[in-house]
């Protein structure tokens, strides 16, 4: 399986910023770190122009850390669930201060800063620091479940996700990197979730799903909720006005006064300053200080 995919890989990876050499050589573990904060939960080509937008402002930790926790949730705009850019904020804070300002390719180091799982952290000690370990998102899990299990999704995450791409890893360290990046481009733009591309996959002829007719086998994975009427799209209407503030506080009461339904209005002006993505004091809001 590695051969036919990493071959496949080279001739059809998508073109995008952080696989370019020039992109490693100017902002290194930095560049890849927050590369994938935006990826998580977020399409490629809404990741491009923020991820540009923000190593232009800030190309290294320090330079992020040198600011407020506010530029970094103004900066993130509407790339949803922005909490990423508070732990980013306090990841670099924690990088400056514990490792120099340089981002460390260690997993275990990587897993102690603030906001970084399992796959952040392995993903930047592989593709920033060409070291070898299994890397696992969903898109490998799927060609993974399909291509040896044929089933047509993946269970929830676990350790036995990173036990069977292990199994699957070439012994060289730059090989190792370019076949976790074939499988997550592999499930990405072929092996999809819906849609998935049979004819042009380099594994389909021992792909354990296909040669069993594409079965629906189930789908045990927590279904997204709802955004339009959720509190998640309150959330985003609250931090929006407080962006767009040209005064750094806002009246509360001038926070969505037309929200169609004002308690969830309240719980999210409430969530988000459980959070630390606002601030509330004598009847104003802002974003963190």
């Given amino acids: 399986m590695p051969g036919a995919v990493m071959a496949w890989y080279r001739e059809n990876a998508r073109d995008l910023p952080w696989r370019r050499p020039e992109f490693a050589d100017r902002y290194g573990g930095w560049g890849v770190l927050v590369s994938e904060f935006m990826l998580q939960q977020t399409p490629v080509t809404r990741v491009i122009p923020h991820l540009e937008a923000?190593?232009?402002r800030w190309p290294t930790p320090t330079s992020l850390a040198a600011d407020a926790p506010a530029d970094a949730v103004r900066q993130w705009a509407n790339l949803g669930y922005p909490r990423r850019a508070l732990w980013l904020h306090r990841a670099a804070l924690e990088i400056r201060?514990?490792?120099?300002?340089?981002?460390?390719?260690?997993?275990?180091?990587?897993?102690?800063?603030?906001?970084?799982?399992?796959?952040t952290a392995r993903a930047v000690a592989v593709f920033a620091y060409g070291e070898r370990h299994p890397v696992v998102d969903t898109n490998t899990r799927r060609v993974i479940v399909r291509a040896i299990d044929g089933r047509s999704q993946p269970d929830p995450p676990s350790r036995r996700d990173l036990d069977a791409m292990e199994s699957l890893l070439p012994a060289g360290d730059a090989e190792s990197a370019l076949f976790n990046a074939?499988?997550?481009?592999?499930?990405?733009?072929?092996?999809?979730?819906?849609?998935?591309?049979c004819d042009a996959c380099p594994i389909a002829h021992i792909c354990a799903w296909r040669l069993a007719g594409r079965p629906d086998t189930g789908d045990t994975r927590r279904k997204q909720a709802r955004y339009e009427g959720s509190d998640r799209q309150a959330r985003g209407a609250v931090l929006k006005t407080l962006r767009a503030a040209t005064s750094r506080s806002v009246p509360i009461e001038?926070?969505?006064?037309?929200?169609?339904?004002?308690?969830?209005?309240?719980?999210?002006?409430?969530?988000?300053?459980?959070?630390g993505l606002a601030e509330a004091s004598g009847g104003f809001l802002r974003l963190p200080a």
Avoid: K, N
């Avoid at 340089?102 to 997993?107: G, L, M, Q």
């Avoid at 001038?254 to 959070?275: F, G, N, T, Y």
């Fill in 97 to 119: 201060d514990r490792h120099g300002g340089v981002v460390p390719r260690d997993v275990d180091a990587l897993l102690a800063l603030t906001g970084i799982g399992d796959y």
């Fill in 254 to 275: 001038a926070v969505l006064p037309d929200w169609p339904d004002p308690l969830q209005r309240d719980r999210a002006i409430d969530s988000l300053v459980a959070d």
């Fill in 54 to 56: 923000w190593l232009a």
């Fill in 182 to 197: 074939a499988m997550m481009e592999l499930g990405a733009t072929v092996c999809t979730a819906r849609s998935p591309l």
